[in-house]
């Protein structure tokens, strides 16, 4: 598997684009596709589709891991945000979270070079973590977020620059992370920043495709300076 690419890692999140709140019968995988596109495009090292919204399982979650998958044809990973089967069935790598299954097992199921990647909270955990099979951790919310409810415990700079310390595996710091974060992310060593507001807009009133693509430029361009 080639090495994972340190910088911006893009959540393409249905409850930010209000995909909740949509009544339509029709999935809305179009507008998915053009999100992740527009990530790729702008220079994101993954994209993650997180559909929190719906149900493990539901059809909507493999159409649009595949479209994403065709249309980005290989340029940068493709995850699935908890769902091992979707993730399998689509031929893309998956993200874990504590309590979403096993990664060992998960990376038996998996393709050989689909990305697997595992959310970390504490030292402790990312400690723990360093014997899975897994290409990368998260770490956070180094922020507090808006992003997920309920989320845990806020990490902090100082405590990410200690997971940093602590892990052989490239360490992805998440939460609440803003365009000017980006120097004091990158200072504490973190491989990279993924971000959902950031690049999305606010929950109710998110960007449209251009906007968000021209907001993942100005990250990446901070992220590489």
């Known amino acids: 598997m080639k090495p994972m690419r340190s910088g911006i890692y ?3 999140d249905g409850d930010r684009l209000g995909l909740a709140a949509r009544t339509e019968l029709r999935p809305p995988v179009n507008l998915l596709r ?21 149900p493990l399982g539901h059809p909507t979650r493999l159409t649009a891991l595949n479209a994403v998958r065709r249309a980005l044809a290989g340029q940068i990973p493709v ?50 973590a360093q014997t899975l099979p897994v290409q990368y951790l ?7 977020t808006d992003g997920k409810h309920a989320h845990d415990a ?17 360490v992805i710091a998440i939460g609440g992370l803003p365009l000017a974060d980006v120097p004091l992310i990158r200072q504490t060593g973190a491989h990279g ?20 693509r021209a907001r993942m430029v100005e990250l990446v361009a901070a992220w590489n300076e």
């Open 79 to 128: 995850l699935a945000d908890d769902d091992v089967a979707a993730a399998v069935a689509a031929h893309v790598g998956v993200h874990l979270g504590q309590d979403d299954g096993d990664p060992r097992l998960a990376r038996t199921q998996l393709d050989p070079d689909a990305l697997l990647g595992f959310s970390t909270h504490n030292v402790a955990q990312v400690q723990a």
């Open 154 to 170: 806020v990490t902090g700079l100082a405590t990410l620059t200690q997971a940093v310390a602590a892990s052989r595996l490239p």
């Open 138 to 144: 998260g770490f956070g919310p180094v922020r507090a």
């Open 34 to 54: 053009a999100y992740a596109e527009a990530a790729a495009e702008a220079g994101a090292i993954a994209v993650q589709l997180r559909l929190k919204h719906l």
């Open 10 to 12: 893009a959540i393409v």
């Open 193 to 212: 920043m993924a971000v959902i507001g950031a690049w999305l807009g606010p929950l109710g009133q998110p960007h449209d495709v251009a906007t968000a």
